[in-house]
C-alpha cells in the first residue's frame, strides 16, 4: 500500500489566490512526522514545512499552512497569496518511527505540479 | 554558500560503464543520505550514513551500487555497469542529528545529478 497519496497530478491557481495540495498517508505509528518539500524545475528539494503527530497545532511557515488532521490521516499544505515563483512540483513526505526500523529516510508521494497563473 | 553541493549536475553514459557521483553535505551535518528519483516520482531512498559508518540501505541498491563516506564528509555513489534503468535524478541530502527525537530532523537536499544512461 502506498504510505503516501497525492491525488493530484496537476493544480492551477491564479496568481494572489490560495491554494490547497492533499496529501494522505498511511501509518500503524502514533509517532511520525510529516514534510512537504517544494522542487522547481531545477530539481533541487526545498524544505517548506514540518508537523508532527503529536503537535497540537497545525505548523505555519510564512505563506505555507498545514491543515493536519489526524484521525483522517491527511496533511494537506496550504499556500495563501500565491505568487508566480510558486510554480513547481510539491511533495508530501513522512517520517515514521524508529519502532518501524524506518527512523531515518523519507518516503515520499508522488507530488502534485502546481502552476500558478499571471 | 553554505548548502549541498553534488557533482556533476548532468551525467550522460554509454550502458556497461561505471559513474561516480560525489556529494558535499551542509559541513557540520552528521547525516547523508542517497535518493534516486525517476520522472513523474517523488525521490526514492538509497542508502544513509551516520558520520562514516553506512547504517542503512535500500533493496534499491543493488550490487552493482556502492557508497561510502570515507572521512565522514563528503560521500560518493558509484555505479558500475550501468543499465538504462539507472537513467535517474540522483538526489543526496544532509541532517544533523537531533538529542531527542529525530522525527523532525529536517533533511537538506542537494541539486540533484541527472543521469542518462544511453
Known amino acids: 500500500a502506498q504510505k503516501i497519496t497525492q491525488t493530484q497530478p496537476g493544480m492551477f491557481v491564479q496568481e494572489k489566490e490560495a491554494v490547497t495540495l492533499d496529501c494522505t498517508y498511511d501509518?500503524?505509528?502514533?509517532?511520525?512526522?510529516l514534510f512537504w518539500y517544494k522542487q522547481p524545475s531545477s530539481g533541487e528539494m526545498i524544505f517548506l514545512i514540518y508537523?508532527?503527530?503529536?503537535?497540537?497545532q497545525n505548523a505555519t511557515e510564512g505563506r505555507y499552512s498545514l491543515n493536519f488532521q489526524k484521525a483522517r490521516k491527511s496533511a494537506n499544505l496550504v499556500i495563501s497569496a500565491s505568487q508566480l515563483g510558486d510554480s513547481a512540483m510539491y511533495f508530501c513526505?513522512?517520517?515514521?518511527?524508529?519502532?518501524?526500523?524506518?527512523?531515518?529516510?523519507?518516503?515520499f508521494g508522488s507530488g502534485t505540479q502546481l502552476t500558478v497563473l499571471p | 554558500d553554505t548548502g549541498v553541493s553534488q557533482d556533476p549536475r548532468h551525467k550522460i553514459t554509454k550502458r556497461g560503464q561505471n559513474v561516480t557521483f560525489r556529494c558535499d553535505p551542509i559541513?557540520?551535518?552528521?547525516?547523508l543520505y542517497w535518493y534516486r528519483q525517476t520522472l513523474g516520482q517523488g525521490p526514492e531512498f538509497l542508502t544513509y550514513?551516520?558520520?562514516?559508518?553506512?547504517?542503512?540501505k535500500s533493496r534499491l541498491l543493488s550490487d552493482r551500487f556502492s557508497a561510502e563516506r570515507p572521512k565522514g564528509s563528503f560521500s560518493t555513489l558509484e555505479i558500475q555497469r550501468t543499465e538504462q534503468g539507472d537513467s535517474a535524478m540522483y538526489l543526496c541530502?544532509?541532517?544533523?542529528?537531533?538529542?531527542?527525537?529525530?522525527?523532525?530532523?529536517?533533511?537538506?537536499f542537494g541539486p540533484g545529478t541527472r543521469l542518462l544512461v544511453l
Open positions: 541530502a544532509s541532517s544533523l542529528k537531533y538529542r531527542g527525537t529525530s522525527l523532525k530532523e529536517t533533511q537538506y
Open positions: 501509518t500503524s505509528d502514533q509517532s511520525y512526522g
Open positions: 508537523q508532527g503527530s503529536y503537535d497540537e
Open positions: 513526505a513522512m517520517r515514521e518511527a524508529i519502532s518501524s526500523g524506518s527512523a531515518r529516510q523519507l518516503t
Open positions: 559541513s557540520e551535518h552528521n547525516r
Open positions: 550514513f551516520q558520520n562514516e559508518a553506512q547504517l542503512e
